[in-house]
């Protein structure tokens, strides 16, 4: 983006992949002269009658469609339960019929039309809040007090008497079921995405090449998060890019609007130093205007969640203010205090399971039910760990004959069809049983139940940037294990423990640990 927006230079060609290669990747090789285009106009045009407002990307509209019927029958729903639970709901009504049918016309009608213009007001059905993160459910929570204050004022100015019992099952009621239709729904979106690549924003990246690579790699870790490049133009000119393969094809000089429109894209993304450059992004934005096209702005700030980053606008100047993670205070106590206490509770409850696999674990080979091994912890303190054995008790003599066959890089040894796992071993690990014990080390203080993985205290390399994970405790589960556990690269591990412990937060433990359900549930990575 150095040069003018409406200037057109050289073009890239599509390069043609060698045979048997993936058809994603191509080679940018060659180029040709594109004729100069008139300039774009820098704004939208004069006529508002003219001007077009719909937006290139509209599976938003359908889905949230769905979500005014399902929060609008969600509280109507809720009031029929709170109803058909409590005989007192019309006090504070004559119980003439007249005043029965303006109570439920309330109770149908109102209310649930009430939530839904709250929930509307709070944004919780803003596109860019929806199908990914907490902040959908985080305004559908700040609008379920908004709707109880609400009613709470209405109550009293009119002086009405309605039964505590009722308006609190209703409210409530209709909090948990509008979650539960968001959860729903948002499932089904993912699950269009992850298997139709349809619900999708189709993005152009513009910056650098490596800039684009890097944020290429960053969105499409996760597919549900309905980001699909489709084509990179880069600013540092045709000769960065010659011969380097890339995920999808790569461009140059070319008019940013009219190759999204091109491409078939309905979003661009300036990465990087692309967007530091004086006057080419808001250039960029009038060009924009009108086009129905979304523009996002990927700083050079990988890795660092939402709530630790703040814009704060200084005389038109936006600075990216970034807070010091949570390492200390409150929220570390009762991150503390909840493990604790869970884990005291989960041992309580789990003894007769933990009877059973130990029967099952000497019936299958006769040696010690538990598996000890030295860990490094919490600021390289070293414990050791608990686990149900799984394999053989000459598993440790065994390994270095087996060493060549290791499918994992890194410091750690895996291998998906181990011999020196015993049947009953396998089913441990496939199902997560075997590190149930673990809550020993959590209510010992050695361990939390949310946290990076305990690395084996003769193997770790805790070296410059990995020992940033000593930082906080090791957990039971972690963000490591709901992203693909064993089937992911060391580098990949690596960068998603550093994650956890800059950004934690006791909502994303909680987050980790509904997740990590679905995982075990699902055998993801377990070997």
């Not at 490049?229 to 140059?252: S, W």
Request: hydrophobic share 45%; aromatic share 10%.
């Amino acid at each position: 983006m150095r040069e003018d927006m409406g200037e057109v230079t050289a073009s890239l060609q599509r390069p043609v992949t060698d045979e048997g290669r993936s058809k994603l990747v191509r080679h940018v090789d060659s180029f040709e002269i594109q004729p100069p285009t008139p300039p774009s106009h820098n704004g939208v045009p004069r006529s508002a009658w003219t001007r077009a407002r719909r937006r290139v990307s509209r599976w938003h509209r359908p889905y949230i469609a769905t979500l005014l019927l399902l929060d609008f029958a969600a509280a109507a729903f809720a009031s029929w339960i709170a109803i058909q639970l409590f005989d007192q709901a019309p006090s504070g009504f004559s119980g003439t019929h007249k005043d029965l049918t303006w109570f439920h016309t309330v109770s149908y009608l109102l209310l649930p039309l009430g939530w839904v213009v709250i929930l509307w007001s709070n944004r919780a059905y803003d596109r860019r809040y929806l199908g990914l993160g907490p902040d959908e459910f985080k305004r559908v929570i700040r609008g379920a007090v908004t709707v109880t204050a609400t009613l709470s004022f209405l109550v009293f100015s009119t002086k009405t008497a309605p039964s505590r019992w009722t308006v609190g099952t209703a409210l409530l009621g209709a909090l948990l079921l509008i979650l539960w239709c968001r959860f729903v729904a948002r499932w089904a979106l993912h699950y269009i995405r992850r298997r139709a690549g349809q619900a999708a924003h189709r993005m152009v990246l513009v910056g650098t090449l490596p800039e684009c690579l890097e944020v290429y790699a960053a969105v499409t870790r996760n597919p549900n998060a309905g980001l699909v490049p489709v084509a990179i133009h880069i600013t540092d000119g045709y000769a960065a890019a010659r011969g380097m393969p890339t995920p999808v094809p790569v461009y140059a000089g070319r008019d940013v609007l009219a190759l999204v429109r091109e491409v078939g894209g309905d979003t661009i993304a300036v990465c990087g130093s692309a967007s530091a450059e004086p006057g080419e992004l808001r250039r960029l934005a009038w060009q924009l205007e009108g086009s129905g096209v979304d523009l996002v702005v990927a700083p050079q700030l990988t890795d660092i969640a939402g709530p630790r980053v703040h814009i704060r606008p200084i005389e038109g100047l936006p600075l990216l203010y970034v807070e010091e993670p949570t390492l200390s205070g409150p929220a570390l106590l009762a991150k503390n205090l909840m493990d604790r206490v869970a884990a005291g509770l989960g041992l309580l409850l789990l003894i007769p399971l933990f009877v059973i696999i130990a029967v099952a674990i000497r019936i299958s080979d006769r040696g010690p039910v538990f598996f000890r091994q030295p860990r490094v912890g919490h600021e390289g303190r070293t414990f050791r760990v608990w686990k149900f054995r799984t394999m053989y008790v000459d598993a440790e003599d065994r390994l270095a004959s087996l060493v060549d066959r290791n499918e994992t890089d890194g410091m750690l040894f895996k291998m998906k069809q181990d011999p020196r796992v015993f049947p009953v071993g396998g089913f441990l690990r496939a199902s997560s049983l075997d590190e149930l014990p673990q809550l020993i080390n959590v209510l010992w203080g050695e361990m939390s139940l949310v946290g990076p993985r305990p690395l084996p205290a003769d193997d770790g390399d805790f070296l410059g940037d990995v020992r940033r994970r000593l930082l906080v405790r090791p957990g039971m589960t972690g963000l490591w294990q709901v992203s693909g556990r064993s089937d992911l690269s060391w580098d990949e591990s690596v960068r998603l423990d550093l994650y956890y412990v800059d950004n934690w937060s006791l909502a994303y433990d909680l987050s980790i640990l509904w997740r990590t359900v679905g995982v075990v549930l699902a055998r993801k990575g377990a070997y």
